[in-house]
């Protein structure tokens, strides 16, 4: 992942709306959700939502597909899993980690 790439989807996950749209996407699974149902679960008009949604796709956090007359919402596992390894990449590759930290690293990629 290049620190662009990793910039812009840090940016769109800054705005609390957008973290929640996305942390919804992630819970829903591979299955994803009906852009209605995003909507009612965070209470907020569709036009609102949209442009949400349109800049988490912009950055390959999400995606939508439309069947039939429904839009559905994805979350983008592998883009997600690539932010959290660029995050963790170099972590403490300069120092000694924290307590514990290392630990979780090689958790969390096992």
Known sequence: MELEQAAAQ?????????????RILVR??????????????????ASTLSHHCKRLVETGLVSQERQATTLI????????????????????????????????LVRGKA
Request: with cysteine.
């Open 10 to 22: 840090l940016e769109a996950l800054g705005n609390a709306t957008r973290l929640n749209i996305y």
């Open 28 to 45: 829903a699974g591979a299955e994803g959700l009906p852009v209605g149902s995003v909507q009612e679960k965070l209470g907020i008009p």
């Open 73 to 104: 919402c994805r979350a983008e596992y592998p883009a997600m899993l690539a932010l959290l390894g660029y995050l963790a990449d170099e972590c403490c590759v300069d120092g000694s980690c924290p307590p514990g930290v290392a630990k979780m």
